[in-house]
Nanobody, 124 residues
């Protein structure tokens, strides 16, 4: 079992920055993939970014490329999402997720473990 706890959400003005953290505990598989997803009211959950735990390879949704950066600290069992140049359309609940089956994945159904989510609100 893997437990994930997100933190770092909040209210920020457009153009501002936030850094989300996802702390993992339990059995961390050396080759697992970790992803960030978000869900706005009335919309489906969408992929934001993913990172391979072992190699650190990354992938991003087109909507956040160049603005968001995903990274991990293996010693702390923590994955981060640095969000810069935030826009009102980035407003959503952000979730981190982990899967032992793939090193990276963009599809929510692949992920077995999910955090409780953290709210990000960007005002215009």
């Amino acid at each position: 079992q893997v437990q994930l706890v997100e933190s770092g959400g909040g209210l920020v003005q457009a153009g501002g920055s936030l850094r989300l953290s996802c702390a993992a505990s339990g059995r961390i598989f050396s080759n697992c993939g970790v992803g960030w997803f978000r869900q706005a009211p009335g919309k489906e959950r969408e992929f934001v970014a993913t990172i391979s735990w072992r190699a650190g390879n990354t992938d991003y949704a087109d909507s956040v490329k160049g603005r968001f950066t995903i990274s991990r600290d293996n010693a702390k069992n923590t994955v981060y999402l640095q969000m810069n140049s935030l826009k009102p359309e980035d407003t959503a609940i952000y979730y981190c997720a982990a899967t032992p089956y793939m090193s990276m994945a963009v599809t929510p159904s692949v992920y077995n473990y999910w955090g409780q989510g953290t709210q990000v609100t960007v005002s215009s």
